[in-house]
C-alpha cells in the first residue's frame, strides 16, 4: 500500500543545527527513491536521489541513508537555514519514471 | 530554460462547468505526469504518458476526468462536469525517460477551486 496520511508530521530546528527527516516505504520491491522539496505556493522540487544498491548518497548538505531491511529513508540537511523551511516528501519510483509519494514533512527553521 | 509551464495558475468555477488545465513539458523531455495534491490525499499521480502515449491512467478518479497529449511538447487535463470534490492543486510534470536519472521536474501548478 501506499503510505499517504492526513496529518503532517512538523520537525522544527534551530537555524545552524542538523535536520533529520525520515520516510517509510512500503513497496519492497521499489528501487529508486527520491527526495523533494516544496516551498509555499511552489511544485516540488527534487533535492536527491538514491538506488537501491546504495546505503547513502551525499549532496552538498544533503545526505540521503536507506535501510532496505526495514524499508526506511531519512533525509539528513547540516547547518539548516531559514531557507530549508518547506514540506519534504519522499518518494518511491514504481518503473517508467512512476512516482509514488509519501505523505511529507513540515520542516520549521527558527531563527 | 523556461521549465515546465502551467496554466492557469488559479481557476475558480462553478460545479458543472468545463475545466481545462494545460501544461507545456520541458524541451526534450519525453514524459508527462499529472498528479493532483490536497490536504487530505496528499500528492496523487493521476496519469503518466511516455512519448505521447499514456501508460497507465489508474489514478484518474473517474469518466469526467480525460488528459490528452496532442502533440510531445504540450498536454491537457479536462474535468467535465466538475464538482467541488475536484478542488485541489494540479501539478504537472515531465522527465526524460531513458537515460534520465528519474528526476521529475514540476511545474507551479494549478489551482482549482469549485464552488
Known amino acids: 500500500g501506499e503510505s499517504v496520511g492526513l496529518h503532517l508530521p512538523t520537525l522544527s530546528v534551530q537555524e545552524g543545527d542538523n535536520s533529520i527527516i525520515n520516510c517509510a516505504y512500503s513497496?519492497?520491491?521499489?528501487?529508486?527513491f527520491i527526495w523533494y522539496k516544496q516551498e509555499s505556493g511552489k511544485g516540488p522540487q527534487f533535492i536527491i536521489d538514491?538506488?537501491?544498491?546504495?546505503d547513502k548518497r551525499q549532496g552538498q548538505r544533503v545526505t540521503v541513508l536507506l535501510n532496505k531491511t526495514v524499508k526506511h529513508l531519512s533525509l539528513q540537511i547540516a547547518a539548516t537555514q531559514p531557507g530549508d523551511s518547506a514540506v519534504y516528501f519522499c518518494?518511491?519510483?514504481?518503473?517508467?519514471?512512476?512516482?509514488?509519494f509519501g505523505a511529507g514533512t513540515i520542516l520549521r527553521v527558527k531563527s | 530554460d523556461a521549465g515546465v509551464i502551467q496554466s492557469p495558475r488559479h481557476e475558480v468555477t462553478e460545479m458543472g462547468q468545463e475545466v481545462t488545465l494545460r501544461c507545456k513539458l520541458i524541451?526534450?523531455?519525453?514524459?508527462l505526469f499529472w498528479y493532483r495534491q490536497t490536504m487530505m490525499r496528499g500528492l496523487e499521480l493521476l496519469i503518466y504518458?511516455?512519448?505521447?502515449?499514456?501508460?497507465?491512467d489508474s489514478g484518474m478518479p473517474e469518466d469526467r476526468f480525460s488528459a490528452k497529449m496532442p502533440n510531445a511538447s504540450f498536454s491537457t487535463l479536462k474535468i467535465q462536469p466538475s464538482e467541488p470534490r475536484d478542488s485541489a492543486v494540479y501539478f504537472c510534470?515531465?522527465?526524460?525517460?531513458?537515460?534520465?536519472?528519474?528526476?521529475?521536474?514540476f511545474g507551479e501548478g494549478s489551482r482549482l477551486t469549485v464552488l
Open positions: 513497496n519492497s520491491a521499489s528501487d529508486y
Open positions: 510534470a515531465s522527465s526524460v525517460v531513458q537515460g534520465g536519472t528519474g528526476e521529475l521536474f
Open positions: 504518458f511516455n512519448n505521447n502515449v499514456p501508460i497507465d
Open positions: 538514491i538506488r537501491s544498491n546504495m
Open positions: 518518494a518511491e519510483n514504481r518503473g517508467g519514471n512512476k512516482l509514488v
Open positions: 524541451s526534450g523531455h519525453n514524459s
